[in-house]
């Protein structure tokens, strides 16, 4: 089971709020996940990023891989350093 850190989209529509959550790859964006780890709210200035760092730092240490929005929010939160390519 490959696992990935990832966001699930809640909320009304054009009013998105997001959980980032750990789920089964195979599983669709909205359906099962395995734990929620935070939450994303693009509507706030600036959009409000919670995050709790040490479930998400355990999680990649046992393999999940985060997708690319996921990552840029695990970033900003700083749960993975940045690195400069």
């Not at 750990?22 to 909205?30: I, N």
Request: net charge positive; glycine share 6%; no cysteine.
């Amino acid at each position: 089971m490959a696992l990935k850190i990832r966001l699930t989209r809640l909320g009304d529509k054009k009013a998105p709020f997001y959980r980032v959550v750990v789920a089964d790859s195979r599983s669709p964006r909205d359906g099962k996940f395995v734990e929620v780890i935070g939450t994303y709210n693009p509507l706030t200035d600036p959009a409000e990023i919670k995050i709790d760092n040490e479930k998400a730092a355990q999680w990649l240490k046992n393999g999940a891989q985060p997708t690319e929005t996921a990552k840029e929010l695990l970033i900003k939160s700083g749960v993975i350093e940045r690195t400069t390519k």
